[in-house]
């Protein structure tokens, strides 16, 4: 059924959180896509990737698609693959500085999505966590994990055909004017 889902629409990423402390905690709402290319964050610290090990994203295609932003200037610590047992991966919870790659929870929009991202922020713009979900079906598909580790780094979608962070999948491409660091 892959061949019916092209026009679904990417994420709207979830809910953008400011934590100064877990008590503090308010979601905000992400921006709609715009023809301008407009960035919400940025890490302090190269990220580490975590891929959960029911997750839809192999490690082969995990590092594809870190080497398209690497090609753009942004670093990652070298990706690893959780144990089987891993307590953030069963739990949902991101480590301090990871980006997770994990199969959709509870939360996400089913039938509008083909994935999500959802990012941690201080109360400037420093991402300090950020979940990635993905329909298992779609791990290894094109483009799907390089738009949202866009998101995961900071990055809004836009409405440009072509542009990899354009939101709906079938107008998306791999022109990353803008993104480079």
């Known amino acids: 059924m892959k061949f019916l889902v092209p026009f679904l629409f990417l994420p709207t990423h979830g809910p953008v959180h400011k934590t100064p402390s877990p008590a503090d905690e ?3 709402t992400v921006p709609t ?5 407009s960035r919400v964050g940025d ?7 975590l891929l959960c090990a029911h997750g839809p994203v192999t490690f082969a295609r995990a590092e594809r698609a870190i080497s398209y932003w690497k090609r753009l200037g942004y670093a990652f610590q070298t990706p690893r693959e959780a144990a089987q047992d891993s307590f953030a991966c069963a739990t949902g919870k991101v480590p301090y500085n990871t ?15 083909i994935g999500s991202t959802r990012t941690w922020r201080n109360e400037g713009t420093q991402i300090f966590k950020a979940k990635i979900e993905i329909i298992p079906a779609w791990g290894d598909s094109e483009r799907i994990l390089e738009h949202e580790l866009g998101h995961a780094l900071g990055w809004n979608d836009v409405t440009h055909t072509g542009h990899i962070m354009n939101g709906t999948w079938s107008l998306g491409g791999y022109n990353s004017i803008g993104l480079k660091k």
């Open 99 to 113: 980006i997770m790659i994990d199969i959709p929870s509870q939360s996400f929009k089913m039938g509008k999505h």
């Open 43 to 49: 890490w302090h610290a190269d990220p580490k990737v």
């Open 33 to 37: 896509a715009t023809s301008t290319l």
């Open 26 to 28: 308010v979601c905000l």
